[in-house]
């Protein structure tokens, strides 16, 4: 079965710093993957996906098949960076996500 | 267009009793998922359903029934509520090519006690 591995639970940064959020997953196939973005008081919402290799609010994320792991990093956080953050996977041919535990990102001022 | 909305938005239930929590999407998505949302478990799959008159087990589905009798709708409920059903409960839907990118609702917030 496929899962997704979030290790940090709390990443706490200050303003300007460089931000890795890890996600690594277990799955034999070639699967699709996507960060997911939680603000407060907001909708949990889709931030990128690794097929569109595209930067979204600064952040990008690279799959790496050999490490099988796709980090979300901006090289500068901003305050309004801080949120919950999920990384998900979806196996080929299936039709449902399996979401990580979330990452809680805090960026102080 | 008010994309996907839940109802209701809080509910306390006392153990043993039953509750059903509504869905609808407004976007003609064929998908719809619910989600149960705890903390330092992320959100974990209950049931699905990839159309109309359709459901699937997903990951956590123990304790909760679905039906999907229009498009528009995905019902969830709980037979018997038991204090471990107390979470964060998060409808989605999707259209058929972008499973991947599933659309949110703002969640129902249940406590059993």
């Known amino acids: 079965a496929q899962r997704v591995t979030q290790p940090e639970k709390l990443l706490s940064v200050f303003k300007g710093a460089p931000v890795e959020l890890k996600c690594n997953y277990s799955?034999?196939?070639?699967?699709?993957l996507f960060w997911y973005v939680q603000y407060s008081r907001q909708r949990l919402q889709l931030l990128l996906r690794?097929?569109s290799r595209e930067s979204i609010k600064g952040f990008t994320a690279d799959l790496n098949k050999g490490e099988t792991s796709f980090h979300l990093k901006k090289p500068f956080a901003q305050e309004e960076d801080s949120a919950m953050y999920y990384c998900?996977?979806?196996?080929?041919?299936?039709?449902?996500?399996?979401f990580g535990s979330g990452t809680r990102l805090q960026v102080q001022p | 267009n008010a994309g996907v909305t839940q109802t209701p938005k809080f509910r306390v239930l006392k153990t043993g009793q039953s509750m059903t929590l509504l869905c609808a999407q407004d976007?003609?998505?064929?998908?719809m998922y619910w989600y149960r949302q705890d903390p330092g478990m992320g959100l974990r799959l209950i049931h699905y359903?990839?159309?109309?008159?359709?459901?699937a087990k997903g990951e956590v589905p123990d304790g909760y029934n679905v039906s999907r009798l229009k498009k528009q709708n995905f019902l969830l409920g709980l037979e018997s509520a038991a204090p471990s059903q107390t979470s964060v409960y998060f409808c989605?839907?999707?259209?058929?090519?972008?499973?991947?990118?599933?659309?949110f609702g703002p969640g129902t917030r249940l406590t059993v006690t």
């Open positions: 998900a996977l979806i196996r080929t041919g299936r039709r449902a996500l399996t």
């Open positions: 799955y034999s196939g070639s699967p699709e």
């Open positions: 690794h097929i």
């Open positions: 976007m003609n998505h064929e998908y």
């Open positions: 989605a839907s999707s259209d058929i090519q972008g499973v991947g990118e599933q659309y």
């Open positions: 359903s990839v159309g109309e008159g359709t459901t």
